[in-house]
């Protein structure tokens, strides 16, 4: 009978202690792969296919549902040459797509596309094994329902396409349930059945079974909680060798960071239930799909620290050089794949900045420093805190290679929407002490003192005054340290008084800049950061920005929406000025038609720069009268106004039919944000409106 062993609750060394205690593992050792791995395989099982995550690629992100052979073959040549099979990327597995218009012939066998795949099911099978590669495949657990999803093995059919796919020689099989949310199916009787079949096959073939249950509310509509991707935690282990956690990460060619972090939060709610064998799946890598590097690197990181299976959702053959570095990073696959298979978990409290732990097979522990925010930030924990013991310890950034030495700090300076990774180990060896400088802080604009920020918003023509932060985090002290700050083109900055001699072990101190904004300045985004080097070697700062924005608003009562704003955002397409977003109509609340607003679906930020010229700020919001065509879900969102940072009102939650207005008083104010979140319902049809804004200046 499967166990839960509630690691979720507990953090460092007790964390530890279970994990290698559970596979018999003392602290300091190491371990080769075993077969069964630590708990049992999934009910009958002889050996787990896949006793670390299992690595690959699959076709729906980058093909779409419209693939045939010869571009499936031309990808699993790249793998091979691009050194991603080496690297454990070794599983070509078709999406929903290759069966055939009819996906099931008169002999009640599935048949594939006979035009994309002239050769047959087998034979593609075949030929990814000749390249050296394992194939996948994909059904549903609910029955061919057509219009609602393109092909089922349910209605009597598991143990045939069991039988099919393993005599085609499939290595791995994904099962969806969309033909079975349409059919009203219990998950867990269809998935159970579904497993038996796969593992009684005629061929006695072993394949993964990769369970897909994506419906997830409110994203869905509204189901019962047992018919949820979020339930699967409850049963799949005992059938399964992984079960996706939430719903789809994104939409073809569209995925986005807060939705990569929506499915990383969802995976990291029962670690307990991974192990060797049977993995907590957040769905697909999203390199080059609609996130930047630096957000592709940080889901690298978090998945790694999960271990959770790695299938790259991309067309491997448009990876630019970046994201292939980064799939193919042995320090951070290590992690992913190490042989104990303990999920990693946040180590203290949630929050914009946080730290996810994972102990490994060595006695090291694998840390994750996440910064969610839209600024740089410094990130840190402690060894203590952990789970180790000992005065020195030896930390691997796994993205630079740098290792150095710690006394029990472990910090970083972690780009917005970045993950420092890091490998940390108890070592009775010296090093490089590690020196962590923080991104650059903005302290000042002209005359005026700022709270420390690593976001200024400011005008052509400004001078600003920066501080750089050095921590020696190390045992031995840190000696002449050279600070440097690298400015965009055309602006200076001069270092206020002289570096530091020396830091300290344990200590930090601070080497203060005056920057000038030339006047003439464009308006945009402008990256300041700083390197420091010493004997210790050399560390270089994620960029604090700068904005530079447009002329403050003047002239006496100005229409907000027509200014001109630093940026905008919307959960979907784009915000809109004088309409409601996503389809061009007049801004209408409770049957009132205003002239000018802001149309945006939540979440979104709208940003102003009044410069502290502006003395009030009135309007009202509410949700679009547009929502009544598009259905009954969803439908609320909250507001904000902040200015500087301080939030100056709060609407609460504002449903239909209903116009919420404010009088504000945005005296000194230099920076302006117009905030709107989904009110906890999701962002389904949250069709908010900014209302008549009229500041004062």
Not at 75 to 95: K, N
Request: hydrophobic share 40%; net charge negative; with cysteine.
């Amino acid at each position: 009978m499967f166990t839960v062993r509630s690691w979720a609750a507990r953090t460092g060394a007790a964390l530890i202690t279970t994990a290698l205690a559970a596979t018999g593992l003392a602290a300091g050792a190491s371990a080769a792969p075993a077969a069964t791995g630590a708990g049992p395989a999934p009910a009958g099982a002889q050996a787990s296919p896949s006793p670390t995550p299992y690595q690959g690629w699959n076709t729906y992100f980058g093909l779409g549902g419209d693939f045939g052979a010869e571009e499936v073959l031309d990808v699993a040549d790249h793998l091979v040459s691009s050194g991603l099979a080496d690297a454990g990327y070794d599983i070509v597995w078709l999406d929903g797509g290759w069966q055939a218009d009819v996906p099931r012939g008169e002999d009640g066998q599935l048949q594939g596309d006979a035009e994309r795949f002239p050769d047959g099911m087998a034979a593609l099978a075949d030929a990814i094994h000749d390249r050296g590669l394992r194939a996948g495949i994909y059904t549903d657990a609910g029955p061919y329902i057509p219009g609602s999803c393109g092909l089922g093995s349910g209605g009597g059919y598991y143990q045939t396409d069991a039988d099919t796919f393993a005599e085609w020689g499939y290595d791995a099989v994904k099962v969806d349930f969309l033909c079975g949310i349409a059919a009203d199916l219990d998950p867990q009787e269809a998935f159970t059945e579904f497993a038996q079949a796969l593992r009684d096959n005629s061929s006695r073939r072993q394949m993964i079974f990769n369970l897909c249950n994506p419906v997830t509310s409110p994203d869905w509509g509204d189901y019962p909680e047992e018919q949820q991707s979020t339930w699967s935690w409850t049963y799949a282990p005992e059938i399964a060798e992984s079960w996706r956690t939430y719903t789809d990460v994104g939409f073809v060619g569209d995925i986005r960071f807060k939705d990569v972090l929506r499915n990383f939060d969802a995976n990291a709610r029962h670690p307990e239930v991974a192990g060797p064998g049977r993995y907590n799946d957040p769905d697909y890598l999203a390199p080059g799909l609609g996130m930047s590097t630096e957000e592709f690197r940080t889901q690298m990181s978090l998945w790694a620290v999960s271990a959770a299976p790695l299938l790259i959702g991309s067309d491997p053959r448009t990876l630019d050089q970046e994201s292939l570095d980064i799939l193919l990073d042995e320090d951070v696959l290590a992690i992913d794949q190490d042989p104990l298979v303990v999920q990693g978990t946040r180590v203290g409290e949630a929050g914009t900045t946080e730290t996810w732990a994972r102990p490994l097979a060595d006695g090291s522990v694998a840390v994750v420093l996440l910064n969610r925010g839209d600024r740089p930030a410094e990130v840190a924990t402690t060894a203590r805190d952990l789970g180790l013991r000992g005065r020195s310890f030896s930390v691997l950034d796994t993205w630079t290679d740098a290792r150095t030495q710690s006394a029990g700090t472990v910090r970083a300076a972690v780009p917005a929407h970045g993950a420092a990774l890091l490998r940390v180990t108890p070592t009775r060896h010296d090093g490089a002490p590690r020196l962590v400088a923080a991104p650059p802080a903005f302290t000042s604009v002209g005359a005026d003192t700022v709270a420390p920020t690593t976001d200024l918003l400011a005008a052509a023509g400004d001078r600003l005054t920066t501080e750089v932060t050095l921590h020696n985090d190390g045992s031995t002290p840190v000696r002449d340290p050279r600070v440097t700050l690298t400015v965009p083109e055309g602006w200076t900055a001069r270092a206020l008084g002289a570096a530091p001699r020396v830091v300290r072990p344990g200590a930090s101190a601070t080497v203060a800049f005056a920057v000038s904004v030339p006047a003439g300045t464009g308006t945009g985004g402008y990256d300041v950061a700083a390197s420091v080097s010493s004997g210790s070697g050399r560390v270089t700062t994620p960029p604090s920005r700068v904005t530079v924005a447009p002329a403050v608003p003047s002239g006496g009562d100005v229409v907000l929406s027509r200014h001109p704003w630093v940026s905008a955002s919307s959960g979907w397409m784009e915000p809109t000025v004088d309409q409601s977003v996503g389809g061009g109509s007049p801004l209408t609340v409770a049957g009132v038609v205003h002239g000018t607003g802001i149309g945006v679906a939540t979440p979104s930020q709208v940003r102003y720069y009044l410069g502290g010229a502006c003395t009030a700020l009135t309007g009202s919001v509410g949700i679009d009268d547009v929502v009544g065509t598009v259905g009954p879900e969803g439908g609320t969102a909250t507001f904000d106004v902040v200015g500087d940072g301080e939030t100056l009102w709060s609407s609460g939650t504002v449903e239909r039919g209903t116009a919420t207005e404010f009088d504000l008083d945005v005296t000194g104010v230099r920076d302006l944000s117009l905030r709107v979140g989904d009110a906890g319902d999701g962002g389904y049809n949250d069709r908010a409106d900014w209302l008549s804004l009229t500041t004062t200046c």
